[in-house]
């Protein structure tokens, strides 16, 4: 199984982006999917996971939310209501029986 992110870029605070984690080997369903950040200087945390229920991080919630497609077998991460300190690199990992996958991560800015 592999995942690859996309969708990062530089954002105004307010602001709203979407990251996209494409799997290919398996489906998503198959899989726990989530979501990491690392910001410069800090240790890798986990902002949202997507197994039987989604749940995530305090600092994210209600304004992030993960989902998956069918169809793209893809897992998303919608963000709302960026703040500054969301700023950091954005890695997709997948779990599962003899998985244990990690994107190459995206960058996502957020700054006026």
């Known amino acids: 199984v592999q995942v690859a992110e996309s969708g990062g870029g530089l954002v105004q605070p307010g602001g709203s982006l979407r990251l996209s984690c494409a799997i290919s080997g398996n489906s998503w369903r198959t899989l726990v999917m989530m979501w990491y950040r690392q910001a410069p200087g800090k240790e890798r945390e986990l902002v949202a996971r997507?197994?039987?229920?989604?749940t995530y991080a305090d600092s994210v919630l209600g304004r992030f939310a993960i989902s998956g497609d069918n169809a793209e077998n893809t897992v998303y991460l919608q963000m709302t209501s960026l703040k500054p300190e969301d700023t950091a690199v954005y890695y997709c990992?997948?779990?599962?029986?003899?998985?244990?996958?990690w994107g190459q991560g995206t960058q996502v800015t957020v700054s006026s």
């Open positions: 990992h997948a779990l599962g029986i003899g998985v244990k996958s």
């Open positions: 997507l197994g039987s229920s989604a």
